[in-house]
């Protein structure tokens, strides 16, 4: 068996998770398999700390080595997490590739669409439906501001603004480069959620559980 893989992208504060958890919601009332993953493997230490510094706002020694980090943590990611997780049903990741290629053109000033056209180089982890939540990032600061937890890096006004920027660019590079196009919607309110929750469940029932094909054994 082999699903869908379905990426929400945006900025923070743009409804992300709580879209996940109501989509995880309605998913299990249909009986519909919906698993649910991050946006990293974290299952090499090199490219871990490269991207824990990427993160906080830290440049990579150079921007290839971020670049590489970056890739190795998705081949990781797509050999070792999502398959296995699509060999079960459809999955739904919080943040994705498109996030990736932000936070690298944001922190080592590279044109985003260069970071997604390398990422998407990786087939095992291109998502076959990506939903950006375009939520003006003013709402987006103010739902922050409301949380307990400590502002992290790219969460101010700012730089949330330009994150807001690169998505966009981010999004017309994924379709110019996979063909796959990329859905644009806010999240501003419950009509809107309840909206997303109805598209997004819409699409993954819509979708086959295909048969995959037999995986061929290769040396170590």
Not at 28 to 51: D, K, N, V, Y
Request: charged letters at 20%.
């Amino acid at each position: 068996m082999k699903g869908t893989l379905l990426a929400l992208e945006g900025i923070s504060g743009a409804g992300k998770s709580t879209l996940r958890d109501r989509l995880l919601s309605a998913a299990r009332a249909e009986g519909l398999p919906l698993g649910h993953i991050g946006q990293f493997s974290w299952l090499s230490l090199p490219a871990t700390r490269t991207i824990v510094h990427l993160r906080s706002g830290r440049r990579a020694a150079t921007s290839a080595d971020a670049m590489q980090a970056a890739r190795r943590d998705l081949e990781l990611h797509g050999r070792y997490n999502l398959a296995p997780a699509l060999a079960r049903g459809h999955v739904v990741a919080d943040r994705l590739t498109l996030s990736t290629a932000c936070l690298l053109a944001l922190v080592h000033r590279l044109p985003v669409a260069d970071c997604v056209q390398q990422l998407a180089e990786v087939p095992a982890a291109r998502a076959h439906v990506t939903i950006l939540l375009t939520t003006q990032p003013a709402l987006c600061h103010e739902r922050l501001s409301r949380r307990a937890t400590p502002r992290r890096f790219g969460e101010d006004p700012s730089t949330a603004a330009r994150l807001a920027d690169l998505y966009e660019q981010a999004a017309a590079a994924w379709t110019e480069t996979t063909g796959l196009p990329v859905r644009r919607h806010p999240c501003t309110n419950d009509t809107d959620l309840d909206g997303l929750t109805t598209i997004c469940l819409a699409r993954l029932l819509r979708a086959p559980l295909r048969t995959a094909p037999p995986q061929r054994s290769t040396p170590l």
